[in-house]
């Protein structure tokens, strides 16, 4: 009976297990550690913290292993370790032949400096050189996790100090973009896995407080730097960008809290005056452009860091900010006539109380905005000339002249700001390519109204009519080219909403919505080109064919896809719906019938499906979904401005503010008349001397040599002592941070044990 099947209610027999002492002995599995009876009364006495005890047990059993591990990997030293048992640590490291591990880890992890003090010394009495390197069979660390490298990751100042003085150091890992030797020879040869976990931890290990601080002097521009490069890590290494953009977000948070710890604007002139990490010398604030260089947004729309931008703008013009919105609007329109006598004052009296007050930041983006009114209203007088007898020369409106020296000065101010600043930084802001195209255009449209003037003058015809005119005549070239730099120009107001709270961040959010649409362009062009590249001909054949039905009504077939343009236009237009619907009918030509007269309409249905599902489905796939998918985007772009709008709107501010720091006090055309100013500050260029703006009317001029001037060398001298008052200050908020969250646990652990006991009293009072 025992072999025979049993049969469930159901019908369906179950088949018994056989009863075979092979199946049911247990199969070989993981082997891991296993502690005898002895040895785990070892460890309780160990975890018990009574060192006699565990003497006399050691004492009694002689031979012992004392560096039994549990299945965990645990010994009884780490025991002790975890338990800040220090008599206990003292104790077993006197053992002969005690194993260490990774011991050292795990204290440095728990901040223990004595017990990782005594654990050291008897490392390096067993072998010194493995102080400075991982463990290899570490069930908690891997293998290239060091002393220092764990220090400085859990950010213990005091254990860094130790290791350092020690001799530990951290060899920076190199970016993934370096193809040195030895990065060639590592790439070839390791694991990648194992090569990039171990860039990120000694970029987490490099990157923490407490080591840049022990590492540099100048923890700011480390911490831009390191943020700069993480940021670049994050894009290079996709697997790990959210680990790179965390530590890069961090590090610049340290530096923003740096600056939050200084109490004075003697300390924060003092760190935004140093010029280390940047070839500028032009800024009076090496220390702000550098920040604006790396997009530091948080340091720079911190308030202690504007209060000194806001009282370099301002200089000492202070009622400024008193006067209400209409006077302020009114400024530029009234210094359209006091142009003159600043200019005439900057030749004659550079050193004028008055001239000074004209050169402060500020005032210099007045005149350059009371400039750029005019230069407005003359390209509008000359762009709204009647053109109806226009005769085939240039215009005579007696404009042109004073047109071509505002250009003129235009175009010297960009090359002044150039030479300044340097082509990397000037050609990395679009409103400089705005500039460089719209001038560009300017240019062009004199040149051709020259060439018109060469024409008319060697080959007459000035009276010919315009329609006559050949499509490419000079005079209709510069006229087109006029047309879209006056366009462009009158768009550079919006530069100007930059320093408006509410338009500002308008501009700021179209910027970045610009760059949404460039993103999906690549999506636009890639379905339009797959669409007009299967359609471009497909309806070639009715070109131009006519029907005509029984009433008499005529239908012409529509040019939508008969060849390559005119398919690209019709599914261009139809993303702004403005394609007609007709643009996938099919029209074919009367036939001729039976009888005289007589015509046969054909149709060609099939065709004309094909083409009506393609256009749709074009429709679908652009307008319903990547035009809603554009829009969703824009407006995310738009509440992510929002969101962060006192930090977006300030670094923009303050990106306008950098560019009239350093522009000349003389706004164009006037800047062409030379001053003794811009005299000497040419000279000294020539001479190898590098101008530094002051904000005034002058511009001073530093050596490139360090220590040239007593203000550098001061600034050398109080700049490492202000770091170190400012990072003590730093570690004694953050400790104090640690310090109430700390208790804030305690405080919780402790209600909660309350509600426990209470509960337990509750209940024994009910039964």
Known sequence: MADQHLAPPGGVPYKRLHQDSEVLMPRPSIILPHLQESEKKFFELVTAGDVITVKEYLEANRGFNINCVNFQGVSALLIAVQNHSEP??????????????????????????????????KLSQIAPSLEFVGVTHSTDFPDYITPLILAAQCGHYEIIELLIQRGHVITKPHPPSCRCADCRVHLERDDLLHAESLRLNLYRAVSNPAYICHSTHDPILAAFQL???????????????????????????????????????????LILKQHAGTESYIYSLPRLALAMDYKQKTFVAHPNTQQIVEATWCGDWHEYKLKSAAVIYLYPVLRIFTLPIITLMCMVMPNHSLTKHWSIPLNKMISHVSAYLVFLVLIFLESNMDKTDQKRKPPNSGLEPVIMVFVAGNIWSNIRMLAFIGPK????????????????????????????????????????????????????????????????????????????????????????MCADMAKYFVIFAIIIISFTAGLCRFYQYYDGMVQVDENGIKTQQTSSFVDFASTLKTFFWAILCMSALESADVVIENLPGEGPGATIINTHEFTETVGYICFALFEVLIVVMILNMLIATMSSTFQRVLD?????????????????????????????????????????TMNGVRPVDKGQSTVTCQRKHPGDTVEKSMHDMEFPALMSLIVQRYF????????????????????????????DIIAEKET
């Open 425 to 512: 930084r000037y050609f990395r802001k679009m409103w400089n390519w705005h500039a460089l195209i719209s001038n560009s255009l300017f240019v062009l449209t004199f040149l051709f109204w020259l060439a018109s003037y060469l024409d008319a003058v060697n080959n007459g015809q000035v009276d010919l009519e315009r329609k006559y005119w050949h499509h490419l005549d000079p005079l209709l070239v510069a006229e087109g080219t006029f047309a879209v730099a006056t366009i462009m120009t009158f768009f550079k107001l919006i530069f100007f909403c930059r320093l408006n709270y509410y338009l500002g961040p308008l501009q700021i959010s179209l910027g970045k």
């Open 88 to 121: 206990m640590v003292e104790f077993l490291l006197t053992q002969p032949g005690i194993d260490i591990g990774d011991c050292i880890l795990h204290a440095i992890k728990d901040n223990q400096r004595k017990i990782l003090e005594m654990l050291l010394e």
């Open 644 to 684: 962060n709008l006192d930090v977006e709107w300030t670094f923009g501010k303050t990106d306008f503010y950098l560019e009239y720091m350093l522009q000349s006090t003389t706004p164009p055309p006037f800047n062409l008349i030379p001053t003794p100013a811009g005299v000497s500050v040419f000279i000294e």
């Open 227 to 269: 943020s700069e490069e993480l940021k670049e890590c994050s894009k290079l290494v996709p697997e790990f960008r959210v680990a790179y953009s965390e530590l890069s977000n961090e590090i610049s948070n340290f530096a923003v809290d740096l600056i939050a710890c200084c109490r004075s604007t003697c300390e924060m002139e």
């Open 732 to 759: 004694r908020e953050k400790d104090e941070a640690n310090q109430d969250a700390t208790e804030m646990d305690l405080l919780r652990q402790e209600i909660h044990e309350l509600k426990a006991l209470l509960s």
